[in-house]
């Protein structure tokens, strides 16, 4: 099992900038994908990004592209997301989540997602 602790929520003006970060601990290496997803109160959660800790490869859901980045640091063992030109459309809690490995389709799947963190509040203001 892998633990995971989000870091880095907040309140920020529309157009303004956050970095969340996700410090991993437990059997890491079991996992190599690390995901960011998000859930607006009343909206099903959904994908926003995610990285191979192994091969760097990462994906992004098309509401973000272009304006969120995803990154990893396999000393640390944190995965962050630089989330820039934020929209009031973008708040919700956002958690990160790992899985034993990487197929295009599970990816983007919360459910083939097995650790999950307990989610850090992101409020953009209009």
């Known amino acids: 099992q892998v633990q995971l602790v989000e870091s880095g929520g907040g309140l920020v003006q529309a157009g303004g900038s956050l970095r969340l970060s996700c410090a991993r601990s437990g059997r890491t290496f079991s996992h190599d994908v690390l995901g960011w997803f998000r859930q607006a109160p009343g909206k099903e959660r959904a994908f926003v990004a995610a990285i191979s800790r192994r091969y760097g490869s990462t994906r992004y859901a098309d509401s973000v592209k272009d304006r969120f980045i995803i990154s990893g640091d396999n000393a640390k063992n944190t995965v962050d997301l630089q989330m820039n030109g934020l929209k009031p459309e973008d708040t919700a809690v956002y958690y990160c989540?790992?899985?034993?490995?990487?197929?295009?389709?599970?990816?983007?799947?919360?459910?083939?997602?097995?650790?999950w963190g307990q989610g850090t509040q992101v409020t953009v203001s209009s």
């Open positions: 989540a790992a899985q034993p490995a990487w197929h295009r389709v599970s990816v983007v799947n919360w459910k083939a997602y097995d650790s």
